[in-house]
């Protein structure tokens, strides 16, 4: 077995790989995450993987009569704050505030 490159890990934390050759079964055109050792292979592609987008953070005021209004940023009336997956817009938490 082949001995990993010293850095292997430190470089898997920072790039991505695909393989772009659709005509391998393991081709799907997806930049995935290198997992251990990097490969190298000719047809495959490689970047450095994106910063992540910071989450997005929306406050409302909602009234007992099902009526919420959307603010600008925290206000003193603002009872709710939801936080979006800028990646996904899947919610990610819905916090009730006092």
Same mark, same amino acid.
């Given at each position: 077995m082949k001995t990993p490159h010293k850095h292997a890990a430190l470089i898997a934390?920072?790039?991505?790989?695909? #393989?772009?050759?659709l005509?391998?079964?393991w081709g799907n055109d997806k930049w995935e995450t290198v997992n251990g050792?990097? #490969?190298w292979l000719e047809d495959w592609e490689f970047r450095f993987k994106p910063e992540p987008k910071p989450d997005v953070v929306l406050y409302y005021f909602a009234n007992i009569d099902g009526h919420i209004w959307p603010s600008a940023g925290f206000l003193v009336q603002?009872?709710?704050k939801l936080t979006f997956d800028s990646q996904t817009g899947k919610l990610k938490s819905a916090e009730v505030l006092k």
């Open positions: 934390e920072w790039i991505q790989d695909t #393989s772009r050759d005509e391998c079964s050792c990097p #490969s603002d009872n709710l």
